[in-house]
């Protein structure tokens, strides 16, 4: 281990010994899916609580609308829940941004909702890696920055309730955050179980193409109808065929349909859409149009398209591996090696980036087997990385 002031090593010690473990069992024993509104409400009050303890102004933000394509192409309105939002010295000359996401992958009719211990200090259950283990590791060094009398930063904590479905009601809330910011972290679990960061990831877009054809009589006149599940297809096929190294594209599903005996009339096409740079991301938005120009002509039926590109590219700019270098000395002081790579996946780190702040956005646990029924949580990551986050502020706030 480095040399550590003496301010920077009870802080490290403070944020280690914090009761993250508790913490992690009482959140995660609520349902917190992105669609149970009153899991997310019980969640939220209980860290409004727990952040309580942090010098803060803090306020229940309502998500900004946000509208859904149904399976009949009709547009809909979809609810979130509240996101939790904290202001600590705002006038301080350093200003950080710390997010977080209360919401799973797991519904109230999801089976995997129970905690279990699967071996020793490896614990499992819904939300223990990603990312109730990351919410107590950030609001543990959070508190030792406190506890050490650091008034020199500032900060702002978001902890949003609809990350896991593309934080469509929370990137208003988090684009006006990220304002001012010198640097932002957030806390996802690591990018793999030894606790390598994600470096540079991709950009993503759900897109929805309502497809509206004609019906007619699939024996007695065909020829006079315009078949929208025929066009969702070849719409699918031109645009998976638009994939490259840089570019991934992947039709996921096709509402609609009809009748053996009638041409079906509608179809509601769903996409995702993964460019690995901003340029890349230009030329699949001239894919998509071009697709859907080509495809409407050529069936004779009108294509509605619904959606965007909700987290732009995060490539790995220069300000971003200072950042990495911050964070990478502070592990070398704690005897933790840090490493970064590039990722397939997506979050809120996007969105941040997009406003010009770098932000390492694996600042959590490490764990694994994340969206699955066998996601874990390694124990002893907690104090590690609360260690990391503790030493890592301390050093932006002196000018790092």
Known sequence: ??????????????????????????????????RNLAGLDATAAMLADAFSALPCEMVLEPASPVDAVDSAGRKIPLEHGRNLHLTVRPAAPVQLLLTGHMDTVFGPD?????????????????????MKGGIAVMLAALKAIESAGVHSIGYEVVINSDEEVGSLGSAALLAKAARGKRAALTYEPAALPDGTLAGARPGSGNFDFTIRGRSAHAGRNPEEGRNALLAAADLALRLKDGMGPRLSVNPARIDGGSPNNVVPDLAVLRVNVRPATIEDQVRAQALIDSSVAMVAASHEVEIHVHGHFARPPKPLTPDLEALFGVVRKAGEDLGQHIDWQPTGGVCDGNNIAACGVPVID?????????????????VESLSERAALSALTILRLAEGA
């Open 1 to 34: 281990m480095g040399a550590l002031s003496n301010i920077e090593q009870q802080a490290v010690e403070r944020a280690s010994a914090e009761p993250m473990l508790d913490q992690v069992k009482a959140w995660a024993a609520i349902n917190s899916g992105s």
């Open 110 to 130: 999801h089976p995997f909702q129970d905690l279990a211990w699967l071996e020793d200090g490896v614990l499992g259950g819904p939300g223990v890696a990603d």
């Open 362 to 378: 694996t600042m959590g646990v490490r764990g694994g087997k994340i969206h699955s029924s066998e996601e874990y949580l390694i």
